[in-house]
């Protein structure tokens, strides 16, 4: 089983800089990739960007060249650097891990509990 905690949540102006964090501790050798998901009122969960172990990185479009995702293995922590944030990024943030179950086929999907982020106009 995976646990994921979240923290770096908060409130920033626009055009200001936030970094969430996303610790993850017991089964992480079944972790495939890790990635951001946030959640606006009243709308889907989405993915933000994502990275596999081997550290290849995916983005949605409207967050690509503000946004960067990295990982830090040593740690076990999946970061999202937020520069340039806009009121529209203003959601819950989840971290998200596909993980491998040992004899298992298939990926289940692990998630954080979330962390508020509100950029105010």
């Known amino acids: 089983q995976v646990r994921l905690v979240e923290s770096g949540g908060g409130l920033v102006q626009a055009g200001g800089s936030l970094r969430l964090s996303c610790a993850a501790s017991g089964s992480i050798f079944s972790i495939i990739a890790m990635g951001w998901y946030r959640q606006a009122p009243g709308k889907q969960r989405d993915m933000v960007a994502t990275i596999t172990n081997g550290g290849s990185t995916n983005y949605t479009d409207s967050v690509k060249g503000r946004f960067t995702i990295s990982r830090d293995n040593a740690k076990n922590t999946v970061y999202l650097r937020m520069n340039s944030l806009k009121p529209e990024d203003t959601a819950v943030y989840y971290c998200?891990?596909?993980?491998?179950?040992?004899?298992?086929?298939?990926?289940?999907?692990?998630w954080g509990q979330g962390t508020l982020v509100t950029v105010s106009s």
């Open positions: 998200q891990a596909a993980v491998s179950p040992p004899g298992t086929v298939g990926l289940v999907d692990a």
